[in-house]
């Protein structure tokens, strides 16, 4: 007679999870190709190089991400800037900057290492190709334009969601630029990587309020 | 038997035909939609409608696809072994009643393939057929795990058949109780029009309810459906007896396998849950309306049934094998034949008194 307790209660449980799904309760899936997940917002996506909003390139060809590098997929030469016409406000930028994406594993330690937080991560994940070529990125398709887009790969394909390129992943939320835990009340951090303009950090006592 | 006699048999035959091709289409959709709810899956929804003709777009993948000849099968009896299961399966349906009979004119319309006055042993009878298929699809396939399922697929049945059977004999017993004693189907479902009390339908269920269990456990095992599908155990046997069948021939164990849950829930429809019976409303509603509802009926028990089958295959474990054959021959032999002589007692007492009261 346990054996038909223990039918009817696994009976029970399934019949249970049928009604919750039926009545749309607890049914994780989504219908990916026509409704995208809101993402964590510390999500590991594509990389992307940055800019200082008056336009200038933020890396400075240092190799940092390189070394930091588990997987050994970022390659970057760097090259003196040229005195009249500076690339980024240091002596040196990265003038060859390729990331394999086939081999990198979104770890972030390259966005880590960076000392001027030139490499970031973004929301983009749809990286797929048909070429393994097309999986090395070149300083062309990470470095955002002036205007502080990013561009797209592919931009022609359905699955492009170009928003999601300018979504920074959360790692400077975590870190001040000043290296100061207290970041309040300074410059800090913004949603979207770029030129523009953004508020300092509030304090805490505005955040409670 | 003139020209319009001949017209309405073959009428019937294709309506049971169709019906059956039709409800197999529906039946895999809703399958793989009730275990994904089940499971907490979306489940098919890309084909059609909700997803409905995902099963049609499966069956033409598989019709364009080639069908593999491995070079040790015996070709003969491998190109006829899915042919021998999709007839029996057919068959099988055939005798059962799936709407009240009407009349056109002064003549009267069976809703039936056939009204075989031996109706039931035809149902067991082709049962065991379908056994012939998976044996020979094991022996012909000139591979060890075929044959393992093969083996497996025999000796179940066999099992099992004795359960359906002497499960049966009682529910046939008990209906001759009511309508004089028949092996017809149509008869059987007749015994069960009527009601207990006003309103509780006079079903064959609620009298030999340990009969329907037993009946309904052995169906389940009879048609290799989880949780006695140790046929086709994908995770011992590869694909059980069908493991070397592709394209066509393997969709033909497909449907043969969905026609024969779609008939077997049927008879079990038909055997303990009053088959068509049920309120029509004569008089009341458009003639038309009372025409159908007993298929309607018919189909909504038949799919009650169905729903059982799909529920406990998304909540049990498959069965080790010598569970198996000691649910089949220590527990359901033995129960249906307790029950039997039971309801034979039960039965002979209400009809003749007690033995020492005369």
């Known amino acids: 007679m346990s054996g038909l307790g223990a039918f009817l209660r696994g009976l029970r449980v399934t019949g249970k999870v049928m009604v919750d799904t039926v009545l749309g309760d607890g049914l994780v899936t989504t219908k990916y190709p026509q409704e995208f997940r809101q993402k964590p917002q510390r999500f590991h996506g594509r990389h992307v190089l940055n800019r200082y909003p008056d336009g200038m390139e933020k890396c400075i060809g240092c190799e940092l991400c390189a070394g930091a590098c588990p997987a050994r997929c970022i390659y970057v030469r760097g090259r003196d800037n040229p005195p009249d016409q500076p690339v980024s406000p240091g002596e040196r930028y990265g003038y060859v900057y390729e990331i394999n994406m086939l081999r990198c594993i979104f770890c972030g330690l390259c966005v880590e290492a960076c000392p001027t937080e030139a490499i970031t991560m973004t929301h983009l994940f749809e990286m797929s190709t048909s070429n393994r070529r097309d999986a090395i990125y070149t300083r062309q398709e990470l470095l955002m334009r002036p205007d502080g887009s990013v561009p797209h790969m592919f931009p022609e394909d359905p699955l492009a969601q170009p928003a999601e390129l300018n979504t920074a992943d959360g790692w400077l939320r975590a870190t001040a630029p000043s290296g100061v835990a207290a970041y309040e009340g300074v410059q800090a951090w913004q949603g979207t990587p770029g030129p523009a303009s953004w508020a300092p950090e509030p304090t805490q006592d505005e955040r409670d309020a | ?358």
């Open chain 2, 1 to 358: 038997m003139d020209g319009l006699d001949i017209l309405i048999v073959v009428g019937r035959v294709l309506a049971v035909f169709v019906l059956l091709l039709v409800t197999t289409i529906f039946n895999v959709w809703l399958e793989r939609k009730t275990i994904a709810d089940m499971q907490n899956r979306i489940g098919p929804d890309r084909a059609g409608p909700f997803g409905l003709l995902q099963t049609v777009a499966d069956g033409l993948k598989l019709f364009f696809k080639e069908q593999i000849n491995p070079s040790k099968v015996q070709y003969g009896m491998f190109v006829l072994a899915p042919f021998l299961a999709v007839i029996p399966a057919l068959l099988l349906f055939m005798v059962v009643p799936f709407g009240r009979p009407f009349t056109i004119g002064d003549r009267e319309v069976l809703l039936q393939g056939a009204d075989l006055n031996v109706g039931v042993l035809f149902i067991l009878a082709m049962s065991s057929l379908a056994v012939y298929a998976v044996v020979l699809a094991g022996w012909s396939s000139g591979s060890k795990y075929p044959l393992l399922g093969a083996v497996r697929a025999t000796a179940q049945a066999i099992s099992y058949e004795a359960a359906i059977g002497l499960s049966i004999v009682s529910v046939v017993m008990f209906s001759s109780t009511r309508a004089g004693g028949t092996l017809s189907l149509a008869g059987i479902v007749e015994s069960q029009a009527g009601t207990y009390l006003g309103f509780i339908p006079r079903w064959n269920l609620f009298p030999q309810v340990v009969a329907f269990v037993i009946f309904f456990l052995a169906i389940i095992a009879e048609t290799n459906r989880a949780p006695f599908d140790l046929v086709e155990a994908e995770q011992e046997l590869v694909g059980g007896f069908h493991t070397e069948y592709s394209g066509m021939r393997f969709a033909m164990y497909q449907l043969a396998e969905y026609i024969n849950i779609f008939s077997m829930s049927a008879i079990c429809a038909t055997l303990f849950l009053g088959g068509w019976n049920g309120p029509t409303f004569d008089g009341q509603v458009p003639a038309w309306i009372s025409a159908v509802l007993p298929t309607i009926w018919l189909l909504i028990k038949t799919y009650a049934v169905i729903f059982a089958f799909f529920w406990i295959r998304a909540t049990m474990p498959r069965l080790r094998y010598d569970q198996l054959m000691q649910i089949g021959w220590k527990r359901l032999i033995p129960a249906a034949l307790v029950w039997l002589i039971l309801s034979t007692v039960a039965i002979s007492v209400r009809q003749f008194g007690l033995p020492w009261s005369a």
